[in-house]
Structure formats: C-alpha cells, structure tokens
C-alpha cells in the first residue's frame, strides 16, 4: 500500500497522541529538564514526535548515571535533522533535590516528582533500573528496554 493508494489514511493526531498519553496515564504535565524546570503540557511535548521513551532511573543509581552522557549523546543525533524521539524521564528517587539535581543535567522532559511513580513502574513492569521502553506514535511498544542499543 503506497501514498497513492485510496485505502491509505494519515495516522489521526488525537487519537494517536491519546494512546501515547495512556502510557503515562494520570500525567499532564511534565517538566522541563535542564535548568529551566519549567513545567509544560504533556499533549504539547509529545504531538509532533514519532517515538517516545520513558527512562526510568535515579540520582542515587550509578548504572543510571554512567547510561547518562550516552543517552544524551543518542538523544542528541536521533534529534538532529528534526525531533523524532521524546524522552520522559520518571524518577525513583525518594529525595525531591535529588530528583532536582539529576533532572538538570537532562535535556528532556520529566514527570513531576508527586505523581505516582509507582504506578507508573508497576503498569510497565520496571523492577530494575535503568530502564527505557520505547513507544511508537500510536502508543504501541517497540521494545521493553532499549538500554542496550545505546
């Protein structure tokens, strides 16, 4: 089936962005990383992207804190020509500066730390971290863990 074809349909953004918003469910807003903490919409940051990763980890975790330059350089060069890939990183630390300090030295999104991040490990299955599942535009998991192809 090709662009031409008359059975082809363009993906529907809303229905689209409303699966991908089930995957974070009770989240609205998200903060932003670096050292703007600016909270932003949720819906606003994932509309135009065709993948999204939820990275699981800790300021306390050093396997977190070695996959970081990495991740941010992969970040970085998956984004280059046009952004492609949001990631929103989900705390499991239990100190809020914490949370803080290793959110700044991010440059994506991050859940905020009073929404319950437990039930977000618990609906994805997250017993140990690091960890990254990523999901295409239509809320459809791609992988478990792509910790590994970093």
Known sequence: MGLNDS?????????????QLSNLPGVTTVI???????LM??????KDVKYISIFFGADWCPPCKQ??????AFYKEVNKNEKILE??????????NAFKNFL????????????????????????????LPLFSQDGKIISANIKSDI
């Not at 700044?104 to 960890?131: E, F, N, S």
């Open 7 to 19: 059975s082809w349909r363009a993906p529907n953004p809303a229905l689209a962005i409303r699966k």
């Open 32 to 38: 932003d990383g670096g050292k703007s903490g600016k």
């Open 41 to 46: 919409n949720l819906r606003d940051v994932i």
């Open 67 to 72: 996959l970081l330059p990495a991740l941010k």
């Open 87 to 96: 990631i929103i990183y989900v705390t499991s630390d239990n100190n809020p």
């Open 104 to 131: 700044g030295q991010m440059p994506w999104k991050a859940v905020p730390y009073d929404v319950d991040r437990k039930a977000l490990k618990k609906m994805h299955a997250i017993t140990t971290i690091p960890c």
